[in-house]
């Protein structure tokens, strides 16, 4: 059984850089794709990007920017935020599948539990 855990710091000082990790655990993403995905309180999900098991990247234009995610190692992926603020307040998942999706939970296999990230000083 495929189990994603997001770690991480849960609180970030605005302009700092905010950095996750998601591992995976009784599988990987040889053949799939690993999105990060966060929900701000009381908004819809929002698609940060995701990483392909060839290391490929594809980040929500709104987001790029500031977006970094990459493999650092066979079953962990991390994302990096640069410069957040407020607004990036959120509850951060990760979670794969076959392809990029749009954030909606019935287009992923699997999904962490996520965990909430406040950016305040």
């Known amino acids: 059984q495929v189990h994603l855990q997001e770690s991480g710091p849960g609180l970030v000082n605005p302009s700092q850089t905010l950095s996750l990790t998601c591992t995976i655990s009784g599988g990987s993403i040889t053949t799939n794709y690993l999105s990060w995905i966060r929900q701000p309180p009381g908004k819809g999900v929002e698609w940060m990007g995701a990483?392909?098991?060839?290391?490929?990247t594809y980040y929500n234009p709104f987001l790029k920017r500031r977006t970094s995610i990459s493999l650092t190692s066979r079953n962990q992926v991390a994302l990096q935020l640069s410069s957040v603020t407020p607004e990036d307040t959120a509850v951060y998942y990760c979670?794969?599948?076959?392809?990029?999706?749009?954030?909606?939970?019935?287009?992923?296999?699997?999904w962490g539990q996520g965990t909430q990230v406040t950016v305040s000083s």
């Open positions: 979670a794969m599948g076959n392809g990029l999706g749009s954030g909606a939970r019935d287009e992923y296999d699997y």
């Open positions: 990483i392909a098991h060839d290391g490929s």
